[in-house]
Every structure is written in structure tokens, then in C-alpha cells.
């Protein structure tokens, strides 16, 4: 049978083409080996998003595990990613599992596994599990019901427990007193149901079920959310949040319709974490965040590090050290006093409090972080191309042979995960394969938005020939 192997954030494939029951069933049973033999009594949580069939998979994965002597709870309805982290360290269980492909399109279904610490696998952990896969088919009845009765399967109500934690959390009562006008776009996937209810009164958009998505992928990027942007100008709003097919990852607008990104989130929310809250802690994103990141921490005196893509890699580091933030370039952001796990929806009401105690907008908090450190703008273009030109330009990145992009002129290759060539302190562009899907991910820093996108063009023009 074919081997299956674990991206950058989970197990990802094309529904009834590689991920079907016959192999989510090797996986599910690699992992109660993999619990049996770290946890005396192991026990998992298992969820699903809105896709196609998820209801299906999270039950036959529960089935596997619990036939083979792990304690499982499974969700009742649909849930986030972060739901499920939380409910892993709530419940002091071994670990988490959701049935999601995130932000993948919708042909697409996938199998991510939570640490005990209510975060991404550790890659130490993902290995072993992936080694325990077997190569054969798994041949178990399908006991689900019988399970449930015995109480070796139970239900578990994740979102209420996530609900009053953001209660907990956030001063709700301030954001709903400022005046603020919200709105959500859930892209159809699981954070619908919790913006619902915690913001009632919020403009909400694509908050209902639907596994093809419009046919849009439920990725919180720009060129995805035309709709909203436009709902955000005719209805005046103050702030615009989106989250993906499983809630973990943030797209932001502000009251112009304006698309915010997330080297801009993590900005702010280290500008409010330290300037205004006075917390402080190291602060860890990815190799293809800004380079402005850096130079606020070095001016609030905050200890920084990058690390390779991947959120499990900032998650390791916050779960064994002080963190006060650490997020990726593609919307997966954690801060300090949540579990390490990528949450939109806890990020977006974080900002909102920001806004709603400062009693300024996006727009004004911006650009406060700008008179600290400078304007910038970062921009990405992912290139549908055959896997020999990716391969060929990968190659070409590792053997050293671009000397410049067009006009610009390479200072200085860094090699952490991909290829960033720098051009000076404020200028850069980033070459590297996607780990999910079939794609060469392109990204520029500079001054302004304009020369962002030329830097990406005469890359790009580079690369292809």
C-alpha cells in the first residue's frame, strides 16, 4: 500500500483518491499504537470540520482507537482545530484529533494530531507515528454504536468549552460597549457557530455549512475575500475578522476594507502584549515573516527567534519556554495565556479588545507601530507549476546560481527553510515549495506595496526564464 507521510501540518489528500477509510483506518490505528506506548492510559479527543464526509472519518477514526484500547471523547457536531487543543489540555488527555485539510480546496480531507500540550505534534512525535503506519490493510468491524453504549467512545461538547474560555479570556462586555461594528466571514467552516454566539449582532458572511466552499478554498488571503471586503465598505464597519476551514488561521480587515495581514497582527499584538499589557516573553515566528518583527523586539529589548515553516516548530519552543507570541506568515498565530495552538478566532478578539481599550481603530493602531519601526509591505504569489520547474528551481536555489532578480542585486542567502535572498536591510524575497500542496510560494518585503510586487515580478520573471 502506499506510504503515507505527514506535511508540514498533518496528514493532507485528495477525498477517495488517497485518503479514503482503508487508509485513514492504518492511520488512526498508528496512532493508538503510538498512544499505547507513551501513555499508560491513553485517551483522545477526535473532531471534524465542515468538510465533505467529516462526520464519517472522525467516527471511523474513533472506531479504530477504541478498538484498540484507547479512551476516546468525539464531538457531537463540527469544531475548530483549536478547539480540540484546548479540549486535549482541559480534559488532560494524551492527545488530539481533528479530521480537517484547513485551508486545502475542498476535494481535499485530512488527519492532524494534537500533543497532550494542546498543540501540534512535536516533529519527534509525528516521526514515530508515521513509522508505525502500517503496510497492509486495517480490518476492524465497524463498531462505532456498540462503543458509544460501552462508554468507550463519548461524546464531548468542545465548542462550549471553547465559548467560555473567550469569555474567560477577553472583556467581552468592553468590545460589545465600544461602539465597534464587527464583521466575520467564516468561509463556511467552524468558527460559524462560535462568532454566532458570542457576537449576535456582528455582520456575518458564508457562516453555514457548505463542504465545497463556493468554490472558493477557505484560505483567509485577499484575493479570497472580494465579498467581504466589499460587505465591509457598504455596511461602514469598524473591523473585519475571517478564519479558515478550521478556524485556526486569521485573515483581518480594517474599517476602510483594507486587507491586513498577518506580519501586521503580529506587530500589533506585540505592541499590545508589551507596550500596553506589560507582559513580555520571547516572540518566535517562521522564516518568512517580516524583517520589521525583529526590529520591534529589538527595540521593546524582546528576545526573537525563527524557525523553520510550520507551526510545530514555534509550538515546541512555546510549550518549553516563556513565549509572548509566535506565528507564521500564512495566519497561524498564538500569544501567551492560550494553549500553543493556532487560533483566528482567540487572535481576532484579542485585536478587537485592543481597538475597544484604546478606543482607536486599526488604521490608528497601524500606524503607531509604523512611527516605531517604519511602513512595509509584504507580498506572496504561489505558482501553479509543473514539478520539474519546481524541482529545477529548487536545485538552482540550492547550487547558488541566482546572482540577482532583474535589478535586484543578492547581498546575502539564508537557507533556514527555503531561500530568502536579501537585497538590503528593508528588502528581500523568499523562494520555497509549499509542504501541503503543489506549489512554489514566492515572497517579497519592501518599503511599500509596489515594490513588493515588482520584486515578485522580476523574480518570477527570473525563475520561469
Known sequence: MEKIKFGTDGWRAIIADSFTIENLSRVAFATAEWLKKNYPNPSAIVGYDCRFNGKLFAETTANILAQNGVKVFITPGFSSTPMISLATVRKQLSAGIIITASHNPPEYSGYKLKGHFGGPSFPSMVAEVETLIPD???????????????????????????????????????????????????????????????????????????????GVPPEPIEKNLGEFAALIKSEKLSIGLVTDGDADRIGLYDENGN???????????????????????????????????EKLCALYNLPFERTKIGFKYICEIMVNENVLTGGEESGGISVTGHVPERDGIFIGLMLFEFMAKTGKTLTQLIEEVYALIGSFSVQRYDLHIRQDQKEAIVKACNEGHYKSFGKYTIKEVRDLDGHKFIFDENSWVMIRASGTEPVLRVYAEAPTREESFAILDATKATILG
Open 136 to 214: 497492509h490493510a486495517v480490518n476492524f468491524e465497524n463498531r462505532f454504536s456498540d462503543l458509544v453504549a460501552e462508554k468507550k467512545i463519548e461524546y464531548y461538547d468542545a465548542e462550549a468549552l471553547y465559548i467560555n474560555h473567550m469569555k474567560e479570556s477577553f472583556d467581552l462586555n468592553a468590545i460589545r460597549n465600544s461602539g465597534m461594528k464587527i464583521g466575520y466571514d467564516a468561509m463556511y467552516g467552524a468558527g460559524q457557530n462560535v462568532m454566532r454566539k458570542l457576537f449576535p449582532e456582528a455582520s456575518l458572511l458564508h457562516c453555514e455549512v457548505n463542504p465545497s466552499f463556493n
Open 259 to 293: 486587507f491586513v495581514d498577518s506580519h501586521h497582527i503580529l506587530l500589533l499584538l506585540v505592541h499590545y502584549l508589551h507596550h500596553y499589557k506589560k507582559l513580555s516573553g520571547k516572540v518566535v515566528v517562521s522564516f518568512s515573516v517580516c524583517a520589521k518583527l
